[in-house]
């Protein structure tokens, strides 16, 4: 399994752009990166996924470079309500095993007023 | 839609006492999952279901048991709980193979062993 490597914690004001870094140095052909949000107290909340360049919804943009060493998460102009945990996580699609999907300690957003 | 609802929401067990967490999901998911998360930690699995009557390991299995009955109902036992089970317990629900990423949790049990 590839293993990720995030900040601990990130601190931002409202309004700002906030970009996430996650790497991944070994990660495999088939594998899919993706990234969950934890508000305190709540479950975990999937926030986006994606396998190479550029991903965007209504939440973020996922951003991977080609050689998908590394993978950055784009909060558009935050609001108080973005400070959260943030888990990258990195494991194959369709592999059919469910013990492969492993969140990490994840990055401590927190957006300043 | 409720999405995945747990029950209960809190429980205070004395050690040795056993104890069952249900889930339940109406969104006629395949695949169900349990984790605990502790403090300052990120999530790690328990158990899963890849439909209805099965079920497997994950990373700490040791100490619980699950059962997957319906294919809306998941649930997770302790039988003789100890200190170290002490956590918050999240039941998660997915899509079967493609989406099995996108995962829905509920809003965790917290659970107290003393």
């Known amino acids: 399994l590839a293993k990720t490597t995030q900040p601990i914690s990130m601190d931002s004001y409202e309004g700002q752009e906030v970009n996430i870094t996650c790497s991944h140095n070994?990660?495999?052909?088939?594998?899919?990166i993706t990234w969950y949000q934890q508000f305190p107290s709540q479950g975990p909340r999937f926030i986006i996924q994606g396998y190479k360049t550029k991903v965007t919804n209504e939440v973020a943009s996922l951003f991977i470079p080609a050689d998908r060493k590394s993978s950055t998460l784009s909060l558009p102009r935050v609001s108080l309500s973005d400070t959260a945990v943030y888990y990258c996580l990195v494991a194959p699609i369709s592999s059919g095993s469910a013990r492969q999907l492993t969140f990490g300690s994840g990055t401590q957003l927190t957006v300043l007023p | 839609n409720a999405g995945v609802t747990q029950t209960p929401k809190f429980r205070v067990l004395k050690t040795g006492q056993s104890m069952t967490l249900l889930c339940a999901q109406d969104?006629?998911?395949?695949?169900m999952y349990w984790y605990r998360q502790d403090p300052g930690m990120g999530l790690r699995l328990i158990h899963y279901?890849?439909?209805?009557?099965?079920?497997a390991k994950g990373e700490v299995p040791d100490g619980y048991n699950v059962s997957r009955l319906k294919k809306q109902n998941f649930l997770l036992g302790l039988e003789s709980a100890a200190p170290s089970q002490t956590s918050v317990y999240f039941c998660a629900s997915s899509y079967s193979i493609a989406r099995e990423y996108e995962q829905y949790f509920g809003p965790g049990t917290r659970l107290t062993v003393t």
């Open positions: 070994n990660i495999a052909t088939n594998d899919y």
């Open positions: 279901s890849v439909g209805e009557g099965t079920t």
């Open positions: 969104m006629n998911h395949e695949y």
